[in-house]
């Protein structure tokens, strides 16, 4: 089947010129809601923008639904988000051949949009062939950039597929991820005591001193081959004549391996109450656990399916372990075996962030090839 490339880029360049950070996604979720329904897909959405921490959403995840007509087939579900890592407003698309990227000072939104156009692309190359297939899901979803929560949310009830495809890895098209890190985040709150900085700095506590010391002992990076851990944030102080009584720091922790995460995390709590303590500060560290890790073994139904896939349509396969999360976390974590296909973004989370569009056509060739891959099981 030849993909319709011009529609393809104009179902992206529609998406991406949505200015959608997180919590901010209604306008795209509804304008995808409507193109869906008129492919005779069955939508709602869920209220998981009601419970997110802090402040409410503008809608929730989309949950889309087309019954299949083969008889036995495995129900499959494709997913991407609809948020981007920041806002892009008065977004400018620069088209230089097959790259796509933002001539304007913003991040591009390829993240997830490329993943999401190849998938609605798919949807309506079936819709018009009339090719039977299997049940087939859409978890389109919110809240991704900010900690996986609109699938953390997610009522795993909802999910009718046996196996799951997560569109929201960087290329090679034809690379699986089958194992990802859980993710542990910390906010730390070190008080000390404020003192006028040149009068009676001998009577103040630094909590910037605190948060250094412990920072300059504390193992952080790359820790091992499974393990990672990174200071993000620093706020404190109110001035540079006054001896700081505040400071908070957003850090995070990462493993595929859960007994790592537990040490690494008890180790940078330690730490930073050791430090604090030793200069008379005190330190509240609040510990949240993000999302939990996931591993398929590499001979897993899913991921065979999309391997034969991949190679039906013509694609080199390859596995991956990641080194961060997807909403594929939470899918596993629900008992939904789901694998994260490659799509075609690249310096995701920067402004030189860009896509190709034959990366694109790859990937809704992959997707139609996963789809005719679960209608019609190898022997």
């Known amino acids: 089947m030849s993909i319709n490339e011009p529609r393809l880029l104009d179902t992206f360049l529609t998406l991406v010129r949505f200015n959608t950070p997180s919590r901010h996604e209604k306008p795209v979720s509804e304008w995808a809601a409507t193109y869906l329904e008129k492919l005779g897909f069955t939508v709602e959405f869920d209220d998981a923008h009601l419970r997110l921490p802090g402040e409410p959403g503008s809608i929730g995840n989309l949950i889309a639904f087309?019954?299949?007509?083969?008889?036995?087939?495995?129900?499959?579900?494709?997913?991407?988000?609809?948020?981007?890592?920041?806002?892009?407003?008065?977004?400018?698309?620069?088209?230089?051949?097959?790259?796509?990227t933002a001539a304007s000072d913003t991040i591009l939104g390829a993240d997830d949009k490329c993943g999401m156009a190849p998938i609605l692309e798919a949807m309506t190359q079936l819709c018009e062939s009339g090719e039977p297939h299997g049940d087939i899901q859409l978890l389109l979803t919110i809240c991704e950039e900010i900690g996986l929560v609109g699938a953390r949310l997610l009522d795993p009830t909802l999910i009718k597929a046996k196996y799951g495809f997560v569109l929201d890895a960087?290329?090679?098209?034809?690379?699986?991820?089958?194992?990802?890190?859980?993710?542990?985040?910390?906010?730390?709150?070190?008080?000390?005591?404020?003192?006028?900085?040149?009068?009676?700095?001998?009577?103040?506590?630094?909590?910037?001193?605190?948060?250094?010391?412990?920072?300059?002992?504390?193992?952080?990076?790359?820790?091992?081959?499974?393990?990672?851990?990174?200071i993000g944030t620093i706020?404190?102080?109110?001035?540079?004549?006054?001896?700081?009584?505040?400071?908070?720091?957003?850090?995070?922790?990462?493993?595929?391996?859960?007994?790592?995460?537990v040490a690494q995390t008890a180790h940078m709590k330690e730490t930073f109450e050791r430090e604090a303590t030793a200069i008379g500060a005190t330190a509240h560290v609040q510990i949240i656990g993000e999302y939990p890790a996931f591993r398929l073994e590499k001979d897993s139904p899913v991921l065979a399916l999309a391997a034969r896939a991949a190679e039906a349509a013509g694609f080199p396969v390859s596995y991956v372990e990641s080194?961060?999360?997807?909403?594929?976390?939470?899918?596993?974590?629900y008992g939904i075996p789901t694998t994260v296909l490659a799509t075609g973004m690249e310096k995701v989370h920067t402004h030189d962030e860009f896509c190709r569009l034959s990366d694109m056509v790859k990937d809704t060739q992959w997707i139609l090839e996963i789809v005719r891959a679960a209608a019609h099981p190898s022997p």
Do not use: C
């Open 170 to 230: 960087g290329p090679p098209v034809g690379q699986l991820t089958y194992a990802a890190p859980a993710q542990n985040s910390f906010r730390v709150t070190i008080t000390g005591k404020q003192s006028h900085a040149g009068a009676a700095p001998e009577l103040g506590i630094s909590a910037i001193v605190a948060a250094a010391n412990a920072i300059s002992k504390m193992q952080l990076g790359r820790i091992d081959a499974q393990t990672t851990a990174n």
């Open 66 to 100: 087309k019954k299949g007509s083969v008889e036995g087939a495995p129900g499959i579900f494709f997913s991407s988000h609809f948020d981007t890592v920041e806002p892009t407003p008065s977004l400018e698309i620069a088209l230089d051949g097959d790259i796509i």
């Open 323 to 333: 080194g961060g999360g997807s909403d594929g976390n939470h899918f596993n974590a």
């Open 235 to 261: 706020h404190g102080g109110l001035a540079r004549n006054i001896v700081p009584g505040e400071v908070v720091i957003i850090a995070e922790a990462r493993s595929r391996v859960q007994e790592k995460l």
